[in-house]
């Protein structure tokens, strides 16, 4: 996962760990870094499959961020999905990625 926005991405962690929701516990460990999710990239990984991607923005993934994507996606999605939308998720990924 390639993140353009480091601020966005501690957001959505620092969201997660602020939410009571979530155990104690759970909350309590979580690290607040986004350093580890910037640089992942794995050259024996030839292309990506992603089944009903959500929050996708919310993850602190852009525009700018999704164009830098290496390999070929593959991205579905029910067109009728309410847990996930199409537009804001697998549609703007698609529309980002360079070759979905």
Do not use: C
């Not at 996606?73 to 990924?93: E, K, L, R, S």
């Amino acid at each position: 996962m390639i993140h353009s926005s480091i601020a966005g991405y501690r957001a959505f962690q620092e969201g997660w760990r602020n939410n009571r929701m979530v155990p104690e516990h759970l909350r309590r460990d979580l690290p607040v870094d986004p350093a580890p999710a910037l640089q992942v990239r794995d050259l024996r990984v030839k292309a990506a499959f992603a089944m009903a991607p959500g929050i996708i923005k919310a993850f602190g993934m852009n525009e700018t961020g999704l164009r830098r994507m290496a390999i070929p996606a593959y991205i579905t999605v029910g067109a009728a999905d309410t847990q996930t939308p199409p537009g804001p998720n697998a549609a703007f990924a698609a529309r980002h990625i360079p070759r979905p």
